[in-house]
Protein backbone atom coordinates (compact mmCIF):
# COMPACT_ATOMS: atom_id res chain seq x y z
CA UNK A 1 0.00 0.00 0.00
CA UNK A 2 2.92 2.60 0.80
CA UNK A 3 6.18 2.38 -0.55
CA UNK A 4 8.84 2.99 1.74
CA UNK A 5 9.83 6.71 0.63
CA UNK A 6 5.78 7.28 2.30
CA UNK A 7 6.70 5.34 5.20
CA UNK A 8 10.00 8.16 5.66
CA UNK A 9 6.64 10.98 4.94
CA UNK A 10 4.55 9.57 6.99
CA UNK A 11 7.08 10.29 10.01
CA UNK A 12 7.85 14.06 8.54
CA UNK A 13 3.98 14.50 8.22
CA UNK A 14 3.14 12.87 11.70
CA UNK A 15 5.35 15.89 13.11
CA UNK A 16 3.26 18.13 11.34
CA UNK A 17 0.36 16.82 12.35
CA UNK A 18 1.34 17.18 16.27
CA UNK A 19 1.76 20.92 14.95
CA UNK A 20 -1.23 20.96 13.64
CA UNK A 21 -2.96 19.88 17.07
CA UNK A 22 -1.02 21.78 19.15
CA UNK A 23 -1.89 24.61 17.37
CA UNK A 24 -5.30 23.27 17.26
CA UNK A 25 -5.38 22.82 21.07
CA UNK A 26 -5.59 19.23 20.50
CA UNK A 27 -4.08 15.71 22.20
CA UNK A 28 -4.07 12.50 21.02
CA UNK A 29 -4.27 13.13 17.65
CA UNK A 30 -1.29 11.56 16.66
CA UNK A 31 -2.34 8.19 18.24
CA UNK A 32 -5.42 8.27 16.37
CA UNK A 33 -3.31 8.81 12.92
CA UNK A 34 -1.01 5.55 14.00
CA UNK A 35 -3.62 3.38 15.02
CA UNK A 36 -6.03 4.17 12.57
CA UNK A 37 -3.99 3.14 9.55
CA UNK A 38 -3.02 -0.66 8.21
CA UNK A 39 0.68 -1.73 7.86
CA UNK A 40 2.35 -0.63 4.63
CA UNK A 41 2.17 -3.03 1.46
CA UNK A 42 4.55 -3.30 -1.14
CA UNK A 43 3.92 -0.69 -3.34
CA UNK A 44 1.83 -0.71 -6.51
CA UNK A 45 4.11 0.43 -9.93
CA UNK A 46 1.60 3.63 -9.69
CA UNK A 47 2.87 5.11 -6.22
CA UNK A 48 7.03 3.78 -6.10
CA UNK A 49 8.00 7.55 -5.59
CA UNK A 50 5.21 8.34 -3.47
CA UNK A 51 1.79 9.32 -3.37
CA UNK A 52 0.78 13.23 -4.28
CA UNK A 53 -2.34 14.60 -4.55
CA UNK A 54 -3.36 18.40 -6.07
CA UNK A 55 -6.15 20.53 -5.39
CA UNK A 56 -7.02 22.91 -7.81
CA UNK A 57 -8.88 26.15 -6.07
CA UNK A 58 -10.53 29.72 -7.17
CA UNK A 59 -9.72 31.85 -4.42
CA UNK A 60 -7.67 31.48 -0.85
CA UNK A 61 -10.45 29.84 1.69
CA UNK A 62 -11.60 27.53 -0.71
CA UNK A 63 -9.17 24.28 -0.02
CA UNK A 64 -10.70 24.96 3.39
CA UNK A 65 -13.97 24.72 3.21
CA UNK A 66 -13.95 22.03 0.20
CA UNK A 67 -12.39 18.88 0.96
CA UNK A 68 -10.50 19.87 3.46
CA UNK A 69 -11.09 17.37 5.97
CA UNK A 70 -10.03 14.57 2.97
CA UNK A 71 -6.54 16.34 2.43
CA UNK A 72 -5.31 17.07 6.00
CA UNK A 73 -6.44 13.09 6.44
CA UNK A 74 -3.72 12.85 3.25
CA UNK A 75 -1.16 14.74 4.64
CA UNK A 76 -1.10 12.70 7.74
CA UNK A 77 -1.13 8.97 5.83
CA UNK A 78 2.08 10.87 4.34
CA UNK A 79 0.48 11.76 1.06
CA UNK A 80 1.98 14.92 -0.41
CA UNK A 81 -0.40 17.22 -0.67
CA UNK A 82 -0.26 20.53 -3.28
CA UNK A 83 -3.03 23.39 -2.88
CA UNK A 84 -3.09 25.65 -6.45
CA UNK A 85 -4.83 28.72 -5.53
CA UNK A 86 -5.66 30.59 -9.33
CA UNK A 87 -6.64 34.07 -7.79
CA UNK A 88 -5.68 36.27 -4.54
CA UNK A 89 -9.16 36.68 -3.75
CA UNK A 90 -8.71 40.42 -4.58
CA UNK A 91 -12.39 40.84 -5.04
CA UNK A 92 -13.65 38.93 -2.22
CA UNK A 93 -15.72 41.19 0.41
CA UNK A 94 -14.85 41.09 3.91
CA UNK A 95 -17.44 38.54 5.42
CA UNK A 96 -16.75 38.32 8.67
CA UNK A 97 -19.27 40.51 10.87
CA UNK A 98 -17.09 41.68 13.25
CA UNK A 99 -14.39 42.54 10.66
CA UNK A 100 -16.30 43.98 8.10
CA UNK A 101 -16.00 47.62 9.25
CA UNK A 102 -12.50 47.94 9.59
CA UNK A 103 -10.93 50.54 7.51
CA UNK A 104 -7.45 48.69 7.59
CA UNK A 105 -8.34 45.52 6.94
CA UNK A 106 -10.15 46.52 3.77
CA UNK A 107 -7.09 48.64 2.46
CA UNK A 108 -5.11 45.93 2.75
CA UNK A 109 -7.46 43.07 2.11
CA UNK A 110 -4.81 41.71 -0.88
CA UNK A 111 -1.83 40.92 1.56
CA UNK A 112 -4.02 39.98 4.25
CA UNK A 113 -5.79 37.20 2.60
CA UNK A 114 -2.03 35.72 1.67
CA UNK A 115 -1.22 35.96 5.72
CA UNK A 116 -4.30 33.96 6.07
CA UNK A 117 -3.45 31.29 3.19
CA UNK A 118 -0.28 31.08 4.99
CA UNK A 119 -1.71 30.03 7.97
CA UNK A 120 -4.44 27.97 6.70
CA UNK A 121 -1.40 25.96 4.58
CA UNK A 122 0.85 25.39 8.09
CA UNK A 123 -2.96 23.91 9.31
CA UNK A 124 -3.35 21.70 6.53
CA UNK A 125 0.22 20.81 6.51
CA UNK A 126 0.15 21.17 2.45
CA UNK A 127 2.51 22.99 0.03
CA UNK A 128 -0.02 25.81 -1.67
CA UNK A 129 1.13 27.53 -5.12
CA UNK A 130 -0.19 30.30 -6.42
CA UNK A 131 -0.92 31.05 -10.36
CA UNK A 132 -1.29 34.58 -10.21
CA UNK A 133 -4.87 35.72 -11.33
CA UNK A 134 -6.85 38.25 -10.55
CA UNK A 135 -10.33 37.42 -8.73
CA UNK A 136 -13.36 38.17 -11.24
CA UNK A 137 -15.63 39.04 -8.83
CA UNK A 138 -18.91 37.37 -8.09
CA UNK A 139 -21.77 38.10 -10.42
CA UNK A 140 -25.33 37.31 -9.55
CA UNK A 141 -26.84 34.33 -11.89
CA UNK A 142 -23.49 34.13 -13.95
CA UNK A 143 -22.72 31.97 -16.82
CA UNK A 144 -20.17 32.01 -19.60
CA UNK A 145 -21.74 33.96 -21.86
CA UNK A 146 -21.62 36.91 -19.61
CA UNK A 147 -17.87 36.62 -18.93
CA UNK A 148 -17.74 39.85 -21.22
CA UNK A 149 -19.35 41.98 -18.19
CA UNK A 150 -16.29 41.14 -15.70
CA UNK A 151 -13.69 43.36 -15.22
CA UNK A 152 -10.60 43.07 -17.69
CA UNK A 153 -8.16 41.56 -17.10
CA UNK A 154 -9.84 39.18 -14.57
CA UNK A 155 -9.00 35.31 -14.80
CA UNK A 156 -12.46 34.19 -15.80
CA UNK A 157 -11.94 36.33 -18.97
CA UNK A 158 -8.55 34.98 -19.59
CA UNK A 159 -7.68 32.77 -22.80
CA UNK A 160 -7.77 29.21 -21.98
CA UNK A 161 -4.02 28.72 -23.30
CA UNK A 162 -2.97 31.85 -20.70
CA UNK A 163 -4.66 30.25 -17.79
CA UNK A 164 -4.36 26.83 -18.73
CA UNK A 165 -0.04 27.13 -19.27
CA UNK A 166 1.02 27.72 -15.48
CA UNK A 167 -1.30 24.55 -14.30
CA UNK A 168 0.50 22.35 -16.63
CA UNK A 169 3.89 23.63 -15.75
CA UNK A 170 2.75 22.45 -11.46
CA UNK A 171 1.16 19.52 -12.85
CA UNK A 172 4.80 18.43 -14.69
CA UNK A 173 6.46 19.52 -11.35
CA UNK A 174 4.61 18.27 -8.53
CA UNK A 175 3.41 15.13 -10.84
CA UNK A 176 0.30 14.01 -9.08
CA UNK A 177 -1.57 10.94 -9.33
CA UNK A 178 -5.02 12.74 -8.36
CA UNK A 179 -6.25 16.07 -9.19
CA UNK A 180 -9.50 17.40 -7.43
CA UNK A 181 -11.21 20.48 -8.83
CA UNK A 182 -15.21 21.51 -9.41
CA UNK A 183 -17.93 20.50 -11.85
CA UNK A 184 -18.68 22.30 -14.45
CA UNK A 185 -20.82 24.60 -11.94
CA UNK A 186 -18.01 25.49 -10.12
CA UNK A 187 -19.78 24.14 -6.85
CA UNK A 188 -21.87 27.61 -6.90
CA UNK A 189 -21.44 29.77 -10.08
CA UNK A 190 -18.51 32.19 -9.33
CA UNK A 191 -17.12 33.06 -12.65
CA UNK A 192 -13.99 32.35 -11.14
CA UNK A 193 -14.96 28.64 -9.73
CA UNK A 194 -15.95 27.32 -13.35
CA UNK A 195 -13.39 28.90 -14.52
CA UNK A 196 -11.22 26.81 -12.46
CA UNK A 197 -13.04 23.86 -13.69
CA UNK A 198 -12.84 24.67 -16.86
CA UNK A 199 -8.59 25.45 -16.57
CA UNK A 200 -8.56 22.11 -14.03
CA UNK A 201 -9.80 19.69 -16.74
CA UNK A 202 -7.88 20.90 -19.95
CA UNK A 203 -4.68 20.78 -17.77
CA UNK A 204 -5.67 17.18 -16.96
CA UNK A 205 -5.07 16.65 -20.47
CA UNK A 206 -2.71 19.12 -21.56
CA UNK A 207 -0.18 17.90 -18.71
CA UNK A 208 0.25 14.73 -20.51
CA UNK A 209 0.24 15.78 -24.07
CA UNK A 210 4.14 16.90 -25.08
CA UNK A 211 3.01 18.83 -28.00
CA UNK A 212 1.23 20.78 -25.33
CA UNK A 213 3.40 23.72 -23.99
CA UNK A 214 6.98 21.66 -24.29
CA UNK A 215 8.61 24.63 -22.39
CA UNK A 216 6.52 23.61 -19.32
CA UNK A 217 8.41 20.19 -18.81
CA UNK A 218 8.55 16.74 -19.21
CA UNK A 219 4.70 15.67 -19.65
CA UNK A 220 2.82 13.94 -16.61
CA UNK A 221 -0.25 11.80 -16.96
CA UNK A 222 -2.40 12.03 -13.58
CA UNK A 223 -3.97 8.84 -12.98
CA UNK A 224 -7.95 10.71 -11.73
CA UNK A 225 -9.60 13.53 -11.42
CA UNK A 226 -12.08 14.52 -9.26
CA UNK A 227 -14.91 16.76 -8.67
CA UNK A 228 -16.08 17.87 -5.19
CA UNK A 229 -19.82 17.46 -4.16
CA UNK A 230 -20.17 18.20 -0.50
CA UNK A 231 -22.99 20.76 -0.82
CA UNK A 232 -25.77 18.08 -1.27
CA UNK A 233 -29.22 17.21 0.51
CA UNK A 234 -28.93 14.26 2.14
CA UNK A 235 -25.75 15.42 4.11
CA UNK A 236 -27.38 18.49 5.17
CA UNK A 237 -30.79 16.28 5.98
CA UNK A 238 -28.58 14.03 8.49
CA UNK A 239 -27.00 16.97 10.07
CA UNK A 240 -30.51 18.14 10.76
CA UNK A 241 -32.22 15.08 12.42
CA UNK A 242 -28.41 14.81 13.79
CA UNK A 243 -29.17 17.94 15.35
CA UNK A 244 -32.48 16.93 16.90
CA UNK A 245 -31.62 14.25 17.85
CA UNK A 246 -28.99 15.99 20.18
CA UNK A 247 -31.75 17.98 21.34
CA UNK A 248 -30.29 20.67 19.95
CA UNK A 249 -31.89 23.78 17.06
CA UNK A 250 -31.39 22.91 13.77
CA UNK A 251 -29.74 25.77 11.34
CA UNK A 252 -31.35 23.39 8.53
CA UNK A 253 -34.95 23.21 8.64
CA UNK A 254 -36.11 26.49 6.75
CA UNK A 255 -33.40 25.67 4.28
CA UNK A 256 -34.20 22.30 4.40
CA UNK A 257 -37.88 22.96 2.90
CA UNK A 258 -37.25 26.12 0.76
CA UNK A 259 -34.45 23.70 -1.01
CA UNK A 260 -34.35 22.90 -4.76
CA UNK A 261 -33.98 19.71 -5.46
CA UNK A 262 -31.11 18.36 -7.51
CA UNK A 263 -30.96 14.95 -7.40
CA UNK A 264 -27.98 14.58 -9.82
CA UNK A 265 -25.95 16.21 -7.54
CA UNK A 266 -26.24 12.87 -5.33
CA UNK A 267 -26.46 10.61 -8.30
CA UNK A 268 -22.92 12.07 -9.15
CA UNK A 269 -21.23 10.79 -6.06
CA UNK A 270 -18.52 8.17 -6.79
CA UNK A 271 -16.23 8.41 -3.72
CA UNK A 272 -16.76 8.82 0.21
CA UNK A 273 -13.35 9.38 2.32
CA UNK A 274 -14.18 8.97 5.76
CA UNK A 275 -12.02 11.70 7.45
CA UNK A 276 -14.13 12.23 10.52
CA UNK A 277 -10.83 12.43 12.39
CA UNK A 278 -9.86 15.87 10.76
CA UNK A 279 -13.36 17.82 11.18
CA UNK A 280 -10.99 20.01 13.81
CA UNK A 281 -8.05 20.35 11.30
CA UNK A 282 -11.01 21.20 8.78
CA UNK A 283 -12.35 24.23 10.87
CA UNK A 284 -9.14 25.17 11.95
CA UNK A 285 -7.80 26.03 8.46
CA UNK A 286 -11.28 27.51 7.96
CA UNK A 287 -10.88 30.06 10.51
CA UNK A 288 -7.69 30.88 9.50
CA UNK A 289 -9.20 32.96 6.71
CA UNK A 290 -10.88 35.31 9.19
CA UNK A 291 -12.10 37.96 7.12
CA UNK A 292 -13.67 35.40 4.94
CA UNK A 293 -15.75 33.44 7.20
CA UNK A 294 -18.49 34.69 10.59
CA UNK A 295 -16.67 32.12 13.24
CA UNK A 296 -20.12 32.50 15.13
CA UNK A 297 -22.28 31.34 11.78
CA UNK A 298 -24.53 28.80 11.83
CA UNK A 299 -21.79 26.20 10.51
CA UNK A 300 -19.84 26.35 13.71
CA UNK A 301 -22.94 25.96 15.27
CA UNK A 302 -22.79 22.45 14.63
CA UNK A 303 -21.10 20.35 17.26
CA UNK A 304 -18.70 18.15 15.58
CA UNK A 305 -19.40 15.39 17.79
CA UNK A 306 -23.01 15.25 15.60
CA UNK A 307 -20.88 15.92 12.24
CA UNK A 308 -18.77 12.90 12.78
CA UNK A 309 -21.61 10.82 14.17
CA UNK A 310 -23.92 11.40 11.39
CA UNK A 311 -21.48 12.25 8.18
CA UNK A 312 -18.29 11.62 8.89
CA UNK A 313 -17.17 11.45 5.49
CA UNK A 314 -16.29 14.57 2.27
CA UNK A 315 -17.81 13.08 -1.20
CA UNK A 316 -16.47 13.35 -4.64
CA UNK A 317 -16.96 12.81 -8.16
CA UNK A 318 -14.53 10.64 -10.13
CA UNK A 319 -14.64 12.61 -13.01
CA UNK A 320 -11.88 10.72 -15.04
CA UNK A 321 -9.63 7.55 -14.33
CA UNK A 322 -6.84 6.23 -16.48
CA UNK A 323 -7.39 2.94 -14.03
CA UNK A 324 -9.80 0.78 -14.30
CA UNK A 325 -11.16 0.84 -10.60
CA UNK A 326 -14.86 -0.20 -9.46
CA UNK A 327 -17.06 2.34 -7.99
CA UNK A 328 -17.99 3.12 -5.77
CA UNK A 329 -14.79 4.23 -3.60
CA UNK A 330 -13.89 5.53 -0.33
CA UNK A 331 -10.35 6.47 -1.12
CA UNK A 332 -9.25 8.38 -4.01
CA UNK A 333 -6.35 7.11 -4.15
CA UNK A 334 -8.41 3.14 -4.73
CA UNK A 335 -6.33 1.73 -7.35
CA UNK A 336 -3.15 3.45 -7.28
CA UNK A 337 -1.94 2.13 -3.80
ZN1 LIG B 1 -14.13 30.61 -4.05
Redesign the pocket.
Known sequence: MKPVEVDVGVERHASQVVRNAAIAGWSGHLSIVRLSYPEPMPPSPHAADGLRLMAV???P??ESSKGAASTARYVAEGVSVMVVTCTG?ERGDVLNPKLADNVEIAANLVEIRRQEMDRAREILGVEQRWLGFVDSGYLEDYRVDDRDELPAGCFARESMDDAVRPLVGLIREFRPQVITTYDENGGYP?P??IMCHDVSVAAFDAAADGSVFPEQGTPWQALKLYYHHGFHKERFQALHAGMLDAGLESPFGQWLDEWVDRPEDEDRITTWVPCGDFFGVRDDALRAHATQIDDEGWWFGVPREVQQRVWPTEEFERARSMIDVQLPEDDLFAGIR
Open positions: HAHDDGHDH
